[in-house]
C-alpha cells in the first residue's frame, strides 16, 4: 500500500529564507524608530531605496520562494540583500555623516540605532548567503537531473 503525504513539503529554502527576511524586518522596525527618535533622516532618494530594496523586495522574495517561482524569489532575495548590505555599510560605517554608527550619542536610541545597524549588515550578509546557498544548491540539483 502506498502512502500519499496531504500537501506539498515545506523547502528548506523557504524555511530559511522566512526566518532571515522577518529577523531582518524585526530589526529595519527598530531601526527605523531609532532614527526617528533620533531625527535622523534621509534624503529622498535614500528612502526610496530603503523602502523599495530593503523592505518590500525582500518580502517579496519571501513569498515567492513559497510558490513555483522560487528561483526568482532566490535571485530576488539575494540582490535586495546584497545591495541593502552595500547600502547599510557605506552610510554606516564609512560616510561620514548623521548615519554614522561613530557620530551617534551615548543614549538609550543611540545604542539602539548602533546596534541594530550592525544586526542589519549581520541579517543582510547572512540573507545574502542564503540566497546564493539555495540558488547554487538548485543549480546542482537541476544539473544532476540532466545527466
Not at 522566512?18 to 535614500?46: C, D, F, K, W, Y
Not at 513569498?63 to 528561483?71: F, G, I, M, Q, S
Not at 539555495?134 to 540539483?141: G, N, Q, T, V, Y
Amino acid at each position: 500500500m502506498k502512502v500519499c503525504k496531504v500537501g506539498p513539503t515545506v523547502s528548506q529554502a523557504a524555511k530559511w529564507i522566512t526566518g532571515i527576511v522577518l529577523a531582518h524586518l524585526l530589526v529595519n522596525i527598530a531601526h527605523g524608530r531609532a532614527h526617528r527618535e533620533m531625527s535622523v533622516g534621509l534624503p529622498p532618494s535614500g528612502s526610496v531605496f530603503v523602502v523599495v530594496v530593503v523592505l518590500i523586495f525582500p518580502l517579496i522574495a519571501m513569498a515567492l520562494v513559497w510558490t513555483v517561482h522560487k528561483r526568482i524569489g532566490l535571485i530576488l532575495l539575494s540582490l535586495s540583500m546584497f545591495g541593502s548590505f552595500l547600502f547599510g555599510l557605506y552610510h554606516h560605517f564609512l560616510a561620514v555623516g548623521p548615519d554614522y554608527v561613530h557620530s551617534q550619542l551615548a543614549s538609550t536610541w543611540g545604542i539602539m540605532f548602533v546596534s541594530t545597524a550592525y544586526l542589519l549588515l549581520i541579517t543582510e550578509a547572512t540573507g545574502t548567503y542564503i540566497g546564493v546557498h539555495f540558488l547554487r544548491k538548485a543549480k546542482e540539483r537541476s544539473e544532476g537531473l540532466k545527466r
